[in-house]
């Protein structure tokens, strides 16, 4: 069974910041593309960062230089650090497991909601 179980949202203040976990199980972190998304309410859900089996890293141009993507391949866990929040950040937020050449299958975890408000 694939679990991505999300956590590490909540409310915070604008400026704050939010360091989101996403703890996997049936995947390896380290053999595929993990990545972020968010869903704002009445929005398109959008890609926020990405980091491939070697490390490498893809932040959106929107939140770069406020967000990043990291991972621990020894807790099979990815992580987004979320600095500097803005209103504009609340939203669901999705950890993503795609493909690679040697695993198939694409997985979503449930989500965990950013608020971001006075």
């Known amino acids: 069974q694939v679990q991505l179980v999300e956590s590490g949202g909540g409310l915070v203040q604008p400026g704050g910041s939010l360091r989101l976990s996403c703890a996997a199980s049936g995947v390896i972190v380290s053999t595929r593309p993990m990545a972020w998304y968010r869903q704002a309410p009445g929005k398109e859900r959008e890609l926020v960062a990405t980091i491939t089996g070697d490390g490498s890293t893809d932040i959106t141009d929107s939140v770069k230089g406020r967000i990043t993507i990291s991972k621990d391949n020894a807790k099979n866990t990815v992580y987004l650090q979320m600095n500097s929040l803005k209103p504009d950040d609340t939203a669901v937020y999705y950890c993503?497991?795609?493909?690679?050449?040697?695993?198939?299958?694409?997985?979503w975890g449930r989500g965990t909601q950013v608020t971001v408000s006075l």
């Open positions: 993503y497991a795609g493909r690679s050449f040697w695993y198939r299958g694409n997985y």
